[in-house]
């Protein structure tokens, strides 16, 4: 069951902050969550486990709501390089992983 | 450390014409995964290896995919013969079984 992502799209002026959220209909194990600029390879960013911690790196975090079965990517004060299209993929650990269908984040300056 | 490796990176061929990629995955990773990624959507899963074995070609369409990773290291996706919706761009991408997939750059293919 492919998990529902939004927004589809997002615009923003540099320095303002995102939020994409990623909802599954079955009980979620893991959610993964990867960057794809146009015409590149996406590009793994974190993954969250059932049970586990809110992750972050540098500006970029995520938490995992096991009740609500979503898991949300949040953008903190956006930079022009986090333009792509943010996917989420959700399975148990890396296995078979099912992915959104992707939010478009659009950085102006 | 070197990343997926795939190739060609692009390709245009006639329908009903036959078609193949060829991946290298991250040294080491006993994993590998064929992707399909139509335009605008995300990634889908085709088959998974763990070593040379299949652990999942349930989305793969048997009568014009196959897929092989001999010695469990590289891997073809062939498809033959080709229709106008295969139009797509296919990833590999390779994982320790654990925590992170890692995408190669893709083959983008175009059925005419």
């Known amino acids: 069951q492919q998990p529902v992502q939004s927004p589809q799209a997002v615009i923003l002026r540099e320095g303002e902050d995102a939020v994409i959220n990623c909802s599954s209909s079955?009980?979620?194990?893991?959610v993964h969550w990867y960057r794809q600029k146009h015409g590149e390879a996406p590009v793994f960013l974190m993954i969250l486990l059932k049970g586990g911690e809110q992750k972050g790196h540098e500006k970029i975090s995520a938490s995992f709501n096991e009740k609500k079965q979503q898991s949300s990517l949040y953008l903190t004060a956006s930079q022009l390089s986090y333009s792509g299209t943010y996917f989420c993929?959700?399975?148990?650990?890396?296995?078979?992983?099912?992915f959104g269908q992707g939010t478009r984040l659009t950085i102006n300056p | 450390e070197a990343g997926v490796a795939q190739s060609p990176r692009y390709k245009i061929i006639e329908k009903r014409q036959s078609v193949a990629f060829w991946c290298n995955p991250i040294s080491g990773h006993a994993t590998l995964y064929w992707y399909q990624q139509i335009l605008g959507q995300g990634p889908k899963l085709l088959i998974q290896?763990?070593?040379?074995?299949?652990?999942?070609d349930s989305q793969l369409p048997k009568d014009r995919f196959s897929a092989e990773r001999l010695k469990g290291v590289d891997s073809t996706l062939k498809i033959q013969p080709a229709k106008l919706e295969d139009s797509a761009v296919y990833l590999c991408a390779s994982s320790t079984g654990g925590w992170g997939t890692f995408f190669g750059q893709g083959t983008r293919l175009t059925v005419v």
């Open positions: 079955k009980a979620l194990y893991s």
């Open positions: 993929g959700t399975g148990w650990q890396a296995q078979k992983l099912v």
């Open positions: 290896f763990q070593n040379n074995g299949v652990v999942d």
